[in-house]
């Protein structure tokens, strides 16, 4: 069974950056990709970042250019790098992990971003 542990979250100025990691335990069969996904009060959960075991990213157009996904494959965990944060990123935040057996998600971690 895998589990995803998060940690970075926290609280930070706007304009100011913050990284979130995610580490995988246990064996993920057929990776196909890795991503963050954030939830902010009364609004549906949506995809912030994605990485496919290949490495191709994609990410939502509100976080272009400010936000990095980043994977090492060797130690099964990824990061998202956010930069220029803004009120606006304030959410909770999960990683998720899919494979061919396995979806995955983690605990999700506050990000509150003051003005």
């Known amino acids: 069974q895998v589990q995803l542990v998060e940690s970075g979250g926290g609280l930070v100025q706007a304009g100011g950056s913050l990284r979130l990691s995610c580490a995988a335990s246990?064996?993920?069969?057929?990776?196909?990709?890795m991503g963050w996904y954030r939830q902010a009060p009364g609004k549906q959960r949506e995809l912030v970042a994605s990485i496919t075991s290949g490495g191709r990213a994609d990410y939502a157009d509100s976080v272009k250019g400010r936000f990095t996904i980043s994977r090492d494959g060797a130690k099964n965990t990824w990061s998202l790098q956010m930069n220029s944060v803004k009120p606006e990123d304030t959410a909770i935040y999960y990683c998720?992990?899919?494979?061919?057996?396995?979806?995955?998600w983690g605990q999700g971690t506050q990000v509150t971003v003051s003005s």
């Open positions: 998720n992990v899919r494979g061919v057996l396995d979806n995955a």
């Open positions: 246990g064996s993920i069969f057929r990776l196909i990709v």
